[in-house]
C-alpha cells in the first residue's frame, strides 16, 4: 500500500467500536499524516512489540456530511459497507482508500489494481451480497400483539442495510430484527427506526399470534409442491441457498 | 374444500410455468409493501429454481385440452377455485413474513376467457385497492380475453404476459389444438404498445416448452430473436418438457432435457446482453447447440483465426466475445485501462475467469500460454474437462437469471 508518511511498526490507533468514531480517528490520522501499523477497535489485546497509541481526535456530530462532501456519495457507501463487514483488516483499507483518493479523486474507484480499492471494492460486493441474501431469507413470524419478529445470524453486520430496506417496505407494521450474533435489534415502531443493545430489550415471553402457525403449515406446503420432482437438484440449491442460510428458514425445518 | 387443500392442488398445477422473477419494476405508492428493482429470491425449492413469488392458478379447471397440460380438459384430476378473498389473505400474510416478493397469478379457463379474466382483475383489484398491496404482481392474460380486460388488469400489475409455449404453429396445431397463435400475439402486442410507468411497468415475458415437438434450437432461437425484436420481451423462459400426460403427439420421456434447456438459456443470454445474433450460433447446418462447451466458447472455437485478442486495446464488443469474460468484467476493463495497462493478475481482480480466457486473450503482448496451444482440439479438451468437473457451469450460469 503505497504512501511516503513515516511509518513505525508497532503503531496501534484505538477507536470506540463505532462508525463515526472510526471515522474521526482516520480524519485526525490524515490530517497530522500519520501512517497507523494497525487501527483496532478498543477491546484489542496489543502483542508485546506494539503500542498503542492515544491521540486527540476531535469529535464532530457533522462528520458524516462532512466527510461527505469531501468523498462523495459513493465513496462513503463503500466505506460504510466495509465497516459493516467482518474481516480483520477493514479499518486500514478504509484508511488507505480515503488516502489514496485525495490523489486519484474521483478516479479511485475504477484503480482496481491499487490494492486497497480492490480490497475494499471485494469487501463492499461481499457484504452487499449478503444483505441481498437476508433480504430474502429473513422470515418474519407474528407476534400477539400483530407485530413481527425475526432473527438472523449474518457473518457481516448488515441490520442496518437490512432495517433500512424493510422501513420501506413493512412501513404500516411494528417490526423487530434481531441479529443473534452480535446481541443487537433493530426496532421499527409508530413508523419510527431504532436500534438497541440487549440489555435495553426485554423480549421475554413472546407468543405468537393464533394464525401464526397455519401460515407456516401453509408456506411449507408450497415449498414442498413448488418443486418438480425429475427436476430435483440438490447441488444447484445448496449454492443459491447453502445450509449455514438454514436455521431460520421455517421451509427448511424438516430437512435441516 | 379448505384454503390448505386448495393451496396444494392450485401451487401444484402452477408449477410447471418457469417464470419466476420479481425483477424490473420499482413500484413505491402501495401502502403496504414495495418491489425491487433487481428482484428477491426468497428460497430455492428442491429443484434449485429461485421461489420469488406466490404462483398459484386461480382454477385448474379448464375447458380445454392442451396435450402437454396436467389440467387439461381429459384429465380426471381434482379441481379447485380460489375465491379472490382467498388469494388476497394468502398473499398478504406471505408478504408480510417475507415468504415473498409479491403473486404471480395464472388459471385455467373456466366458462370463458372473458369470465376467466374477469374473475382476475377481480382478485387482484381487490388487492391493490382493498389491501393497498404495493408488492409485486405478475398475472399471465387469457388468450381471447377483451382488449378492455388486457388494459385493466395492465394498469394493475407489475407484469403481464401470454406463454407462446410451442415455438410453431404446426406443433401448436397437434399439442394444442384450442390454442390460436394470433390470441397470443395480439397480447404481447397489445402491452408491447401500451406499457409504460403506468401499464405494465416491468414489461411482459413469455415461455417456450422445449423438447415436447420438433423443433431445433435454430428454430427456437429463431422464434426467440423475434419476439424479443417485435414485442419488446424482458425475458423468455424455456421449459424442459415434463412428461405429466401420455398422447400419441407426445414424445415418451425418461427425464426432462434439462441440458438443452441450460444451453438454451446461455444462448438467450448472449443475444441480450452480448451482442451475439442467432446467426452467430447456429445455422442450417449446425441447428443445435453442442451438448459438451457452452455456446459462447463453441462461438469462440469456430472463429480461433479472430483470436487471441490483446485485451488493452480491443473494442467493449470484442470482449464480451471472449470466453471467461462477462458483461461486468468487460465493463471494468474498458473503465480501468484508461488508466493503467492491465496484466494478467489485474483481469483476475476484475473477475475474469481465467482459466478459460487465456486461450483468448494477450496481456501488453504476452501470451499466458505456449503460442502453440492456441488449437482449438486442445482447448476443447481443456475447457470441456474443466465442464465436466463442476457439471457444465449448470449453476452458476443460472444464478444469473432470477
Ligand atoms: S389452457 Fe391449456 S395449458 Fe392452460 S390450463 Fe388449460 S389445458 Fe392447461
Redesign the interface.
Same mark, same amino acid.
Given at each position: 500500500m503505497e504512501n511516503n508518511y513515516p511509518y513505525l511498526t508497532n503503531q496501534v490507533y484505538i477507536y470506540d467500536n463505532d462508525f463515526i468514531s472510526l471515522l474521526s480517528l482516520i480524519k485526525t490520522l490524515l490530517k497530522n499524516k500519520i501512517r497507523p501499523y494497525k487501527i483496532e477497535g478498543k477491546e484489542y489485546n496489543p502483542s508485546l512489540f506494539e503500542n498503542i497509541i492515544n491521540i486527540k481526535v476531535e469529535n464532530n456530530s457533522n462528520i458524516l456530511r462532512e466527510l461527505k462532501n469531501i468523498f462523495g456519495k459513493e465513496n462513503m457507501q463503500i466505506i460504510y459497507y466495509v465497516y459493516s463487514s467482518c474481516e480483520n483488516n477493514k479499518e486500514l483499507v478504509i484508511y488507505y482508500y480515503l488516502l489514496n483518493y485525495f490523489k486519484f479523486k474521483d478516479?479511485l474507484i %475504477?484503480? !482496481?489494481?491499487l490494492r486497497c480499492v480492490?480490497e475494499a471494492l471485494r469487501i463492499k460486493e461481499k457484504v452487499a451480497r449478503e444483505a441481498?441474501k437476508f433480504?430474502?431469507?429473513?422470515?418474519?413470524?407474528?407476534l400477539k400483539s400483530e407485530s413481527?419478529y425475526?432473527e438472523i445470524n449474518p457473518d457481516n453486520d448488515i441490520l442496518f442495510i437490512l432495517a433500512k430496506h424493510?422501513q420501506?417496505?413493512?412501513?404500516?407494521?411494528n417490526w423487530v430484527i434481531k441479529d443473534v450474533n452480535r446481541k443487537t435489534y433493530a426496532i421499527y415502531f409508530s413508523q419510527k427506526l431504532y436500534f438497541a443493545n440487549e440489555e435495553k430489550i426485554n423480549l421475554k415471553n413472546v407468543e405468537f399470534s393464533k394464525?401464526e402457525e397455519?401460515?407456516e403449515?401453509?408456506?411449507k406446503?408450497?415449498?414442498?409442491?413448488?418443486?418438480?420432482?425429475?427436476?430435483?437438484?440438490? %447441488?444447484? !440449491?445448496m449454492?443459491?441457498?447453502p445450509k449455514k442460510y438454514w436455521q431460520y428458514?421455517i421451509?427448511m425445518e424438516d430437512e435441516r | 374444500m379448505d384454503?390448505?387443500e386448495k393451496?396444494?392442488i392450485l401451487?401444484?398445477s402452477a408449477?410447471?410455468d418457469a417464470s419466476c422473477s420479481s425483477s424490473g419494476s420499482t413500484r413505491?405508492n402501495g401502502?403496504?409493501?414495495?418491489t425491487?428493482y433487481?428482484g428477491?429470491?426468497?428460497?430455492?425449492?428442491?429443484?434449485?429454481?429461485?421461489?420469488?413469488l406466490?404462483?398459484i392458478l386461480l382454477t385448474n379447471i379448464c375447458i380445454f385440452d392442451c396435450k402437454y397440460c396436467i389440467n387439461r380438459n381429459s384429465n380426471n384430476v381434482k379441481r379447485a377455485i380460489f375465491t379472490p378473498e382467498e388469494i388476497c389473505q394468502?398473499t398478504i400474510?406471505?408478504y408480510?413474513?417475507?415468504?415473498i416478493e409479491g403473486l404471480f397469478l395464472s388459471s385455467g379457463i373456466i366458462k370463458s376467457p372473458d369470465y376467466t379474466m374477469e374473475l382476475m382483475i377481480k382478485t387482484i383489484e381487490l388487492l391493490r385497492h382493498k389491501y393497498h398491496f404495493g408488492g409485486y404482481i405478475h398475472a399471465k392474460a387469457i388468450p381471447g380475453c377483451s382488449e378492455y380486460q388486457l388494459k385493466k388488469l395492465g394498469s394493475l400489475v407489475d407484469r403481464l404476459s401470454a406463454n407462446i409455449e410451442l415455438p410453431s404453429n404446426e406443433s401448436l396445431k397437434l399439442l394444442a389444438p384450442n390454442k390460436e397463435e394470433s390470441k397470443v400475439s395480439k397480447i404481447m402486442n397489445y402491452v408491447k404498445v401500451n406499457q409504460n410507468k403506468n401499464f405494465t411497468p416491468a414489461g411482459q415475458s413469455t415461455q417456450m416448452i422445449i423438447g415436447a415437438s420438433l423443433e431445433t434450437d435454430l428454430d427456437i432461437m429463431n422464434k426467440s430473436e423475434n419476439s424479443y425484436h417485435d414485442y419488446k420481451l424482458k425475458r423468455v423462459f424455456y421449459s424442459?418438457y415434463?412428461?405429466v400426460n401420455q398422447d400419441k403427439n407426445l414424445p415418451i420421456l425418461k427425464?426432462?432435457p434439462?441440458k438443452r434447456e441450460n444451453r438454451l438459456y446461455q444462448a438467450d443470454w448472449l443475444l441480450r446482453f452480448y451482442n451475439f445474433k442467432v446467426s452467430d450460433l447456429l445455422d442450417k447446418n449446425h441447428p443445435n447447440f453442442n451438448v459438451l462447451v457452452d455456446p459462447k466458447c463453441s462461438w469462440a472455437l469456430n472463429h480461433l483465426n479472430e483470436f487471441p485478442k490483446e485485451v488493452n486495446s480491443c473494442t467493449y464488443n470484442e470482449l464480451l466475445k471472449i470466453p471467461g469474460i462477462g458483461v461486468t468484467s468487460a465493463k471494468?476493463i474498458i473503465?480501468?485501462r484508461?488508466?493503467?495497462k492491465?496484466n494478467f493478475n489485474?483481469l483476475k481482480?476484475?473477475g475474469v475467469v481465467l482459466k478459460r480466457a487465456q486461450y483468448f486473450i494477450t496481456c501488453n503482448g504476452k501470451y499466458n500460454l505456449n503460442a502453440t496451444l492456441l488449437s482449438s482440439s486442445f482447448i476443447e479438451k481443456n475447457l470441456f474437462l474443466d465442464d465436466a468437473e463442476k457439471?457444465i457451469g449448470?449453476?452458476?450460469q443460472?444464478?444469473l437469471f432470477n
Open positions: 478516479n %475504477r484503480m !482496481r489494481n480492490s441481498h433480504k430474502g431469507f429473513l422470515r418474519f413470524k407474528e413481527l425475526a424493510f420501506k417496505r413493512l412501513k404500516e407494521f394464525e397455519s401460515y403449515d401453509m408456506w406446503e408450497f415449498y414442498n409442491i413448488i418443486g418438480i420432482t425429475l427436476r430435483k437438484n440438490d %447441488r444447484c !440449491r449454492n443459491f441457498m428458514l421451509e | 384454503i390448505m393451496l396444494t401451487a401444484d408449477k410447471y413505491t401502502k403496504f409493501g414495495n425491487a433487481s428477491i429470491c426468497h428460497s430455492f425449492s428442491s429443484d434449485g429454481r429461485c421461489i420469488s406466490l404462483k394468502i400474510n406471505f408480510k413474513r417475507n415468504y424442459a415434463i412428461p427425464m426432462p434439462l471494468r473503465t480501468s484508461k488508466f493503467f492491465l489485474d481482480k476484475m457439471e449448470y449453476g452458476k443460472l444464478s
